[in-house]
């Protein structure tokens, strides 16, 4: 089994993958919300959205820019922000990060673009092993027809037409996700990825994530309470005015 | 025709056909008069009937503002900064220097990957992984790297613009002693740039001398790989001189 840099920190760090439509962002936040509740200190993080890189991809996606070098490179460069920014600070702090989409997204894609896989490792060798990386298993047509029931229109990188399989912007999204697919299946052995069968009824799949979760939180401390809930109650506030503060992410434990 | 060739692997989406221009890079530390020589080999090219196209850090269409705003905040770490500008030096090279050489014109490039590989192993980013990243770069059909001490430097440098918060390390040294972190960093730097002057085969210019010398050392330099370009110019751009 292949694995990464090792976690030095005392934090958790669980990741989720899948193609799109596999369902494996809803589960996270099950398991996010969870994990609050359960009094723990949480950091989410999501693939494509460090503040300082994504303006440029986005740049370059609308304008359709990107080539398979490129499109890998400014994905790299966002992975690498947001692990030096988000993740290796909140392990270090002990603290449990959730990541929707890790390096293995780099590797189904950008291998399927074309990419060298051995380049694509060492492009990627800075990344910290995860704690259990889940891969959200769906057989390719469900997973089509979740996506394209909600959904308007695909867009250019999105259904992979930057690579020529298919002028027919749902053609070319199904042999993308196909490819991608497979890729996954390879990359689920390869890492040794826990793979959780995504068609099942979602509280059953939410039942097993936390199951396998659960042995990993033992030693973790608490978030500590800042006493914001006994505050209120005992001065018999609402907490109305208190910003960005959702009253059940503050000491439910 | 050239036949392209890679340092490591051929990248995708990258047509292997021989191209009719040529690939000409100008390597060396801010201040040793780079740009200069570019825009008088740019002119003479010209004069000579052969197109030119020039290109450099932070130019391309798709990264140059997203690494401008990056680097406003000094919040960056290494490896993000370098994956930028990898990413600028890509688009680049894909979508403007390699089609110019396709076309058959003369790509001027100033510092090409070796600034970068030089730059970011000072900061503590492995030698490999940056050789790995990059290992899909053309090779250039020449290397040229303008040689200079600090101390040959250090006025040039202070009497034009000064000296730079980048170019004296300031993100990762520490102290506020501007003038000392200036010749560490800048000695450190130049030792690099020899180490991979001799792995990756440059021709050495001493940058020192006057503009007009370091000009026909440049023309020199090139008469064997623009000889053939067009019938009308044999390459005796050497007997020109700079044009002053």
Same mark, same amino acid.
């Given at each position: 089994?292949?694995?990464?840099?090792?976690?030095?920190?005392?934090?958790?760090?669980?990741?989720?993958?899948?193609?799109?439509?596999?369902?494996?962002?809803?589960?996270?936040?099950?398991?996010?919300?969870?994990?609050?509740?359960?009094?723990?200190?949480?950091?989410?993080?999501?693939?494509?959205?460090?503040?300082?890189?994504?303006?440029?991809?986005?740049?370059?996606?609308?304008?359709?820019?990107?080539?398979?070098?490129?499109?890998?490179?400014?994905?790299?460069?966002?992975?690498?922000?947001?692990?030096?920014?988000?993740?290796?600070?909140?392990?270090?702090?002990?603290?449990?990060?959730?990541?929707?989409?890790?390096?293995?997204?780099?590797?189904?894609?950008?291998?399927?673009?074309?990419?060298?896989?051995?380049?694509?490792?060492?492009?990627?060798?800075?990344?910290?092993?995860?704690?259990?990386?889940?891969?959200?298993?769906?057989?390719?047509?469900?997973?089509?027809?979740?996506?394209?029931?909600?959904?308007?229109?695909?867009?250019?990188?999105?259904?992979?037409?930057?690579?020529?399989?298919?002028?027919?912007?749902?053609?070319?999204?199904?042999?993308?996700?196909?490819?991608?697919?497979?890729?996954?299946?390879?990359?689920?052995?390869?890492?040794?990825?826990?793979?959780?069968?995504?068609?099942?009824?979602?509280?059953?799949?939410?039942?097993?994530?936390?199951?396998?979760?659960?042995?990993?939180?033992?030693?973790?401390?608490?978030?500590?309470?800042?006493?914001?809930?006994?505050?209120?109650?005992?001065?018999?506030?609402?907490?109305?005015?208190?910003?960005?503060?959702?009253?059940?992410?503050?000491?439910?434990? | 025709?050239?036949?392209?060739?890679?340092?490591?692997?051929?990248?995708?989406?990258?047509?292997?056909?021989?191209?009719?221009?040529?690939?000409?890079?100008?390597?060396?530390?801010?201040?040793?008069?780079?740009?200069?020589?570019?825009?008088?080999?740019?002119?003479?090219?010209?004069?000579?009937?052969?197109?030119?196209?020039?290109?450099?850090?932070?130019?391309?269409?798709?990264?140059?503002?997203?690494?401008?705003?990056?680097?406003?905040?000094? =919040?960056?770490?290494?490896? *993000? /900064?370098?994956?930028? !500008?990898?990413?600028?030096?890509?688009?680049?090279?894909? %979508?403007? +220097?390699?089609?110019?050489?396709?076309?058959?014109?003369?790509?001027?490039?100033?510092?090409?990957?070796?600034?970068?590989?030089?730059?970011?192993?000072?900061?503590?980013?492995?030698?490999?992984?940056?050789?790995?990243?990059?290992?899909?770069?053309?090779?250039?059909?020449?290397?040229?790297?303008?040689?200079?001490?600090?101390?040959?430097l250090l006025p040039r440098v202070i009497g034009t613009a000064g000296l730079d918060y980048?170019?004296?390390?300031?993100?990762?040294?520490?102290?506020?002693?501007?003038?000392?972190?200036? =010749?560490?960093?800048?000695? *450190? /730097?130049?030792?690099? !740039?020899?180490?991979?002057?001799?792995?990756?085969?440059? %021709?050495? +210019?001493?940058?020192?001398?006057?503009?007009?010398?370091?000009?026909?050392?440049?023309?020199?330099?090139?008469?064997?790989?623009?000889?053939?370009?067009?019938?009308?110019?044999?390459?005796?751009?050497?007997?020109?001189?700079?044009?002053?």
């Amino acid at each position: 089994m292949t694995t990464l840099q090792p976690n030095s920190g005392p934090g958790r760090l669980f990741i989720v993958e899948g193609i799109d439509g596999s369902g494996k962002s809803t589960q996270l936040d099950l398991l996010h919300k969870w994990l609050i509740s359960e009094g723990y200190l949480v950091v989410f993080t999501e693939w494509n959205s460090s503040p300082i890189v994504k303006t440029t991809t986005r740049r370059g996606k609308q304008r359709r820019m990107l080539t398979p070098v490129s499109f890998s490179l400014i994905h790299a460069a966002d992975f690498a922000s947001r692990l030096y920014m988000q993740v290796i600070p909140a392990l270090q702090a002990g603290a449990i990060v959730l990541a929707d989409r890790y390096v293995f997204t780099a590797f189904a894609r950008d291998g399927v673009r074309g990419l060298d896989r051995s380049w694509l490792r060492k492009l990627y060798a800075f990344a910290i092993q995860p704690t259990v990386a889940f891969y959200f298993d769906v057989p390719l047509d469900e997973a089509i027809k979740r996506i394209l029931e909600g959904r308007p229109a695909l867009k250019y990188y999105e259904a992979g037409l930057d690579l020529g399989l298919s002028r027919n912007p749902g053609e070319s999204f199904r042999l993308f996700q196909g490819l991608i697919k497979n890729e996954y299946d390879h990359l689920a052995e390869e890492y040794g990825m826990v793979r959780i069968d995504a068609t099942l009824p979602l509280v059953v799949q939410q039942q097993q994530v936390r199951q396998i979760v659960r042995p990993y939180l033992q030693g973790l401390p608490p978030m500590e309470s800042t006493g914001l809930q006994d505050a209120l109650k005992e001065h018999r506030l609402t907490g109305r005015y208190l910003e960005g503060k959702r009253p059940d992410e503050e000491d439910e434990a | 025709m050239n036949t392209p060739r890679f340092y490591g692997i051929r990248p995708p989406g990258v047509q292997a056909e021989a191209y009719p221009g040529r690939l000409v890079v100008i390597e060396g530390t801010d201040g040793v008069g780079r740009s200069t020589q570019i825009a008088l080999l740019r002119e003479w090219l010209e004069d000579c009937g052969i197109a030119v196209i020039q290109t450099g850090f932070r130019r391309s269409e798709l990264a140059s503002r997203g690494i401008q705003r990056a680097k406003r905040g000094h =919040t960056l770490d290494p490896l *993000t /900064l370098n994956l930028f !500008y990898a990413t600028d030096f890509w688009d680049r090279l894909e %979508r403007n +220097i390699m089609p110019a050489l396709r076309a058959g014109m003369v790509a001027l490039v100033d510092r090409y990957i070796f600034s970068l590989i030089a730059r970011a192993v000072l900061r503590g980013v492995p030698r490999g992984w940056m050789e790995d990243v990059y290992g899909m770069a053309l090779v250039p059909d020449r290397i040229f790297y303008l040689d200079i001490t600090v101390e040959q430097l250090l006025p040039r440098v202070i009497g034009t613009a000064g000296l730079d918060y980048w170019e004296s390390g300031q993100d990762y040294l520490r102290g506020a002693d501007l003038y000392h972190n200036y =010749t560490t960093y800048q000695q *450190t /730097l130049l030792a690099e !740039y020899r180490r991979l002057a001799a792995e990756f085969d440059f %021709r050495v +210019i001493d940058g020192s001398k006057p503009v007009g010398v370091v000009f026909r050392a440049l023309q020199q330099g090139m008469e064997d790989i623009i000889a053939g370009m067009t019938p009308s110019t044999p390459a005796d751009g050497s007997e020109s001189g700079p044009p002053e």
